[in-house]
């Protein structure tokens, strides 16, 4: 069996858990540019809006925090520039779906999202969404939410829809955490309800244990198949076995995740290259990783 290299990664420059880089558009431009050489041809803005952030001025969010500069722009110029493929990342409030009012939650998303297509829509790399709102069961009204978010994302662009939702697994949930077979009959009932408005599906792969993994990839292939959606994996190039948050993860278990995401996986994409991968990350430990990486793949090392 082949294992398949990392051929898509989310941009995070809202910084809701991880810190900025304060890159501009020089430094996205090196990154875009290592994207290209080593095989990254798609790249998924993870949120564009978040509470009272946002990734370019909108004027259908209030209260927003004053915005200077249109990261989005930057985004889909430099991915028009060297051919990659641009999943935009639709608002979460963080507030409205938890408390159950799925719908103020749509309401905000709808002219938001008009917005974005008439700020981007004009970009050729302008390829997928990506619907923000991630959870690791049948909960929160998320089949509400992927059906009238996706299907209004569709209205506006038909091109495909991606979601990366998470295991209800120990690593993140403790004593909160659902079994495996729980969590294929979640999904299974989830799956049944959006097919129509869902393309891809990446499940993270950070919130189960190791041992877990192999039957937990295998379970969700089973699932994609029976509902007809494409599944891909959004392997987590961070470390959630640290006591703190969150370190470049260790390559052993890189490695080990890859080689079992490319069993059942159609697409590796990663949470997030840029700050736990990448040869320019502030972390040093992602340079290590990077040519950790590199090595394995033979890419040659002067790609950095």
């Given at each position: ?45 993870i949120r564009a809006g978040y509470q009272n952030k946002c990734i370019f001025p909108a004027n259908s969010l209030p209260d927003l925090l004053p915005v200077y500069e249109d990261i989005g722009e930057i985004f889909y110029s430099l991915a028009d520039e ?12 963080g507030f409205h779906w938890w408390r159950r009012s799925w719908w103020k939650e749509v309401e905000i998303n709808k002219p938001f999202l008009e917005e974005a297509i008439e700020r981007y829509g004009h970009h050729p790399s302008f390829a997928g969404w ?175």
């Open positions: 069996m082949t294992t398949l290299r990392i051929s898509g990664t989310f941009l995070d420059e809202i910084t809701h858990d991880i810190p900025s880089q304060n890159w501009g558009e020089p430094e996205w431009r090196k990154e875009f540019e290592l994207f290209q050489r080593i095989g990254i041809d798609t790249v998924i803005i060297f051919g990659i493929k641009v999943f935009f990342g639709t608002y979460d409030s990506y619907l923000s709102h991630e959870t690791g069961r049948n909960d929160v009204h998320i089949i509400e939410l992927f059906n009238h978010i996706g299907g209004f994302c569709k209205e506006l662009r038909d091109v495909p829809v991606l979601i990366s939702p998470y295991p209800q697994g120990a690593k993140q949930l403790g004593e909160n955490a659902l079994t495996l077979d729980e969590s294929f009959e979640h999904w299974d009932r989830v799956f049944a309800e959006t097919a129509h408005n869902i393309d891809f599906c990446a499940f993270q792969d950070g919130q189960v244990h190791y041992q877990e993994l192999p039957r937990f990839v295998e379970g969700i292939g089973e699932l994609g198949r029976k509902h007809g959606i494409t599944i891909w994996s959004n392997l987590e190039c961070f470390d959630r076995d640290m006591p703190i948050k969150f370190p470049p993860a260790d390559w052993r278990y890189l490695r080990f995740k890859l080689e079992t995401a490319s069993q059942v996986a159609e697409k590796i994409i990663t949470f997030e290259f840029s700050h736990f991968m990448s040869p320019h990350s502030c972390y040093p430990a992602a340079h290590n990783l990077f040519r950790r990486y590199a090595r394995h793949f033979g890419l040659a090392q002067e790609q950095a």
